[in-house]
């Protein structure tokens, strides 16, 4: 199953994701195969602010499970998690 997973940052909260991006990274590292792609979202000044995320998990609960132990979860960085299922149909690859 494929999901999208859209993150937006709290308000003034890019010195915090700085502080706790290398541990997100780590697990970005862990999750391995099951990144389809990910990268920043940026403001019109070109500083993240927030997190989009296209993943691929056997199941629902198994998405549920990354996101219960994603670090700027648990250090609120993001403000608000979306997460849609979707269905990949072009992956180009570089």
């Known amino acids: 199953m494929q999901f999208m997973i ?4 709290g308000p003034n909260m890019l010195e915090k994701r700085m ?3 290398p541990r997100h ?3 970005m590292k862990r999750l391995g195969s099951h990144i389809i792609c990910a990268g920043g979202l940026l403001d019109d000044a070109g500083k993240m602010k927030g997190s989009l995320l296209i ?4 199941s629902r609960k198994d998405l549920e499970d990354y996101l219960a132990n ?3 979860i648990l250090e609120k ?4 998690v979306e997460v849609e ?4 149909v072009i ?3 570089k």
């Open 55 to 58: 993943v691929d998990f056997p």
């Open 70 to 72: 994603e670090p700027y």
């Open 77 to 80: 960085v993001w403000e608000k």
């Open 19 to 21: 502080e706790v991006r």
């Open 6 to 9: 859209k993150a937006t940052d």
């Open 91 to 93: 992956v180009n690859s």
């Open 85 to 88: 299922s979707m269905n990949v």
């Open 25 to 27: 990274l780590e697990g």
